[in-house]
């Protein structure tokens, strides 16, 4: 099965510009999670998905952050305006079990860089 | 509050030898899930192994090993006779329901492997 696709892979964006990262997960997986990690830092929670309802969003760092996941299928996150603490890399995670019995499929996450 | 601690945050090992990484955890809870990750060059992170919290035998698979402890709240990771395509960032990590009905994944810093021939 294909695994959970992040696109961008990398993105450049200027303090002030506005980002939208996207998050394929994998087909049937209702569990949708984004999680991030600025330099230096651990990897953390950013918010959970069920279906095209947010479960969790208590990680979210504050109010530019936006994430939709209309139909319960890909995932968006946009950053509007990006200041420079959002630079980081962005993972999305997908599971079919909340528990994680299987394990979170990760994606490659993208790098984004705000300048 | 959870915390999940790698000391070691670089191991350098020649190719054949076996290595350990280290995972300390931190949680009030009972009922919680540890996991090891691995995050090749390309950047994923790869699931390696889930243990819950009830589950203290060890496990082997391979040339992998994990040793859960709860005494000690520790989860090691053992890699038999290294290769270098097990050069990477290993990161160990510990889930626990949250308030909101959700499971998140509190990571450690990570250990970066690196196997050399």
């Known amino acids: 099965e294909a695994g959970v696709t992040q696109f961008p892979s990398h993105s450049v964006i200027e303090k002030g510009q506005t980002v939208t990262l996207r998050c394929d997960p994998i087909s049937g997986h209702d569990n949708l999670y984004w999680y991030r990690r600025v330099m230096g830092k651990e990897i953390k929670f950013l918010l959970h998905f069920v279906k095209e309802s947010k479960q969790d969003e208590s990680g979210m760092p504050n109010n530019r952050f936006l994430a939709e996941r209309t139909g319960g299928t890909y995932s968006t996150l946009k950053v509007q305006p990006a200041e420079l603490e959002d630079s980081g890399v962005y993972f999305c995670a997908s599971s079919s079990n909340i528990v994680g019995i299987y394990g979170y499929t990760f994606g490659s996450g993208t790098r984004l860089t705000v300048v | ?117």
Do not use: H, M
Not at chain 2, 53 to 59: A, C, K, M
Not at chain 2, 71 to 76: D, L, V
């Open chain 2, 1 to 117: 509050a959870q915390k999940v601690t790698q000391a070691q945050t670089e191991i350098s090992v020649v190719e054949k030898e076996d290595v350990t990484l280290d995972c300390v955890y931190e949680t009030r809870d009972t009922t919680y899930y540890l996991f090891w990750y691995k995050q090749p060059p390309s950047g994923e992170l790869v699931f390696l192994i889930r243990r819950n919290s009830f589950d203290e035998q060890n496990e082997i698979s391979g040339r992998y090993s994990w040793n859960f402890q709860k005494s000690t709240s520790s989860f090691n990771f053992t890699i038999t006779a290294s290769q270098v395509v097990d050069s990477a960032v290993y990161f160990c990590a510990l889930s626990r329901l949250s308030g909101a009905g959700s499971y998140q994944l509190t990571f450690g810093k990570g250990t970066k492997l690196s196997v050399i021939p």
